[in-house]
Every structure is written in C-alpha cells, then in structure tokens.
C-alpha cells in the first residue's frame, strides 16, 4: 500500500509539464476531431472524438484520459492515438473540477475520479454513457474497447479496470497507480504500465507496487523478457502479460510511448 500522500499528489498532473511525446505524421485526418457531448444527469460532458472514414469494418474505441488540470486537448496532442492508429474511433474525455487536499482544495482543476465511489461515480457515470453511444453510432467492435491516460487519467484507467474490467480488452495507464481502495476489486486484464523512474509526482516507488501487483494479479512469470526499448514482458501460462515500460525520466508522456502502447492494444481483443 502506498502512502495517502502519494495517493493525493498524484492528482494535480494535466500541466504541460507532462507532454513531450513526438507528433508523428500519420494517416488520421486532424480535422476530424470533433466535440461531442453528453447528457450524464444534469451535467453536460464533454470529449473531443475522432472517427475515421467508414471501412464497413467494426472499429475499436480508445479511450483518452487527461492529467489533473488538464484539457481533452493535450491529450490529443500528447499521446496522439488517433494519429498512431487512424482506424479506431479514438475519445479524449474532458474532465471536471475536482478538489485535491493540499494541491488544489477549492477544486478549481478538472480531473477525474480517484477510486470507485469518489465523486458519486460520476466519471464512470460518463464513460457509460460514452460507450453506449458510440458502441451504437460508430459501429464500434465491443470486444475491442480500451483505456489509456497519464496521471490522474492513469488511475482512472485502474478505477475502469476495477469496475469496467468486463467492457476493456485492454489498459495502459501512464505515470497511475492503483488505488488501495480498488485494489480488492481488480481483474485479471492485460496492462502496459509505463513509468518514470524520476517522476516526483506519482513516485517511481509507488508505480512500482502497482506494477508487482499486477503481475501477482495476472499469475506472470516473476522473470520478463524484453520487449523493446524501456519494456519488459511478463508473461503469464493462465492469464494475460503484463508490459512494463519503464523509462528514465519524470512525470511525462515520454517519446515513443503512445506508439508503444497502440502495438500493446491492438494484440488484445475481448473474451
């Protein structure tokens, strides 16, 4: 278990201080990000999504989650899905104002929802309501739904993992953990954890227990095998690896990392 420090520092993350991700030159037509929103109670949320052209093929759905502070915006600029894999529909949800003790106690910041109950649930209220649209407009394939999202956006990813482990094929929080208070509920899923080993914000530290936990989860080899640079592969006989991708620098979105983790999520469909 991690310290409730670290569990608070986590949040305030969405800076720019965390996107330095090359933009790469792709396929994927920029100009078809578009805002969307959605009714979820009495509030109005909101996400930029990109689809592709029609293919008459079912498309997969990424799911895009911003940093405490930070805007749907730089998530589309920083992990860049939509370029890296122009034929899913890819979302970058904006977040809402959230109090952080300490960081930011008048929650002027957005961000997300910290474990499954906080906030009333309302972010995971949201992604519901995301799914069901798009699974039914865009003619998405429902056994390929996945998330991704740096800091606050990463344990989102986890709190999705404990209590949407049966709509994701797959996951890949950056600079995240898991909370303790979801740790009981997790499942088995495929993960591609990428962290810093001089991140200051989320601790490397911390990650790092996520990253055990995880692979005692997923019954992987206590041994990894390479996987390309700063990653290593856990494979498991009963259950689905876990890839690492550890590199040296802090609390960022590092080069190579949106590439890395499209290869991860495109291996890993939905039983």
């Given at each position: 278990?991690?310290?409730?420090?670290?569990?608070?520092?986590?949040?305030?993350?969405g800076?720019?201080t965390g996107?330095s991700a090359?933009?790469?030159?792709?396929?994927?037509?920029?100009?078809?990000?578009?805002?969307?929103?959605?009714?979820?109670?009495?509030?109005?949320r909101?996400a930029?999504v990109?689809?592709?052209?029609?293919?008459?093929a079912?498309r997969?759905?990424?799911?895009v989650f911003?940093?405490?502070?930070?805007?749907?915006?730089?998530?589309?600029?920083s992990?860049a899905?939509?370029?890296?894999?122009?034929?899913?529909v890819c979302?970058?949800?904006?977040?809402?104002?959230?109090?952080?003790?300490?960081?930011?106690?008048?929650?002027r910041?957005?961000?997300w929802?910290?474990?499954?109950?906080d906030?009333?649930?309302r972010d995971?209220?949201?992604?519901?309501?995301?799914?069901?649209?798009?699974?039914?407009?865009?003619?998405?394939?429902?056994?390929?739904?996945?998330?991704t999202?740096?800091s606050?956006?990463?344990f989102?990813?986890?709190?999705?993992?404990?209590?949407?482990h049966?709509k994701?094929a797959?996951?890949a929080?950056?600079?995240?953990?898991?909370n303790p208070r979801?740790?009981?509920?997790?499942?088995?899923?495929?993960?591609?954890?990428?962290?810093?080993?001089?991140d200051k914000i989320?601790?490397?530290?911390?990650?790092?227990k996520?990253?055990?936990?995880l692979?005692k989860?997923?019954?992987?080899?206590?041994?990894g095998?390479?996987?390309?640079?700063?990653?290593?592969?856990?494979?498991?006989a009963?259950g689905p690896p876990?890839?690492?991708?550890?590199?040296?620098?802090?609390?960022n979105?590092?080069?190579?990392?949106?590439?890395r983790?499209?290869?991860?999520?495109?291996?890993?469909?939905r039983?």
């Amino acid at each position: 278990m991690f310290l409730r420090s670290a569990v608070m520092t986590f949040t305030l993350v969405g800076l720019v201080t965390g996107s330095s991700a090359a933009q790469p030159e792709g396929k994927a037509d920029n100009g078809r990000l578009k805002s969307r929103t959605w009714k979820v109670g009495d509030v109005t949320r909101e996400a930029l999504v990109y689809v592709p052209a029609s293919s008459g093929a079912k498309r997969p759905l990424v799911f895009v989650f911003h940093g405490h502070g930070g805007k749907s915006e730089l998530s589309a600029r920083s992990f860049a899905i939509h370029k890296h894999w122009p034929e899913a529909v890819c979302v970058y949800p904006q977040g809402l104002p959230t109090a952080v003790p300490v960081l930011d106690p008048m929650g002027r910041l957005p961000g997300w929802q910290k474990f499954v109950g906080d906030q009333k649930d309302r972010d995971l209220e949201f992604f519901d309501a995301m799914l069901k649209s798009l699974v039914a407009e865009e003619s998405i394939d429902d056994k390929r739904v996945y998330s991704t999202g740096h800091s606050n956006g990463g344990f989102f990813t986890y709190v999705l993992c404990a209590a949407r482990h049966d709509k994701l094929a797959a996951a890949a929080p950056v600079a995240g953990a898991i909370n303790p208070r979801d740790a009981m509920n997790m499942k088995p899923l495929p993960v591609l954890h990428v962290a810093g080993e001089k991140d200051k914000i989320v601790p490397f530290a911390t990650q790092e227990k996520t990253m055990d936990q995880l692979r005692k989860l997923n019954k992987c080899d206590e041994k990894g095998k390479e996987a390309g640079k700063y990653c290593t592969q856990y494979t498991s006989a009963n259950g689905p690896p876990v890839v690492t991708f550890i590199h040296p620098g802090a609390h960022n979105v590092p080069a190579g990392a949106p590439e890395r983790i499209v290869e991860f999520l495109k291996l890993h469909t939905r039983k």
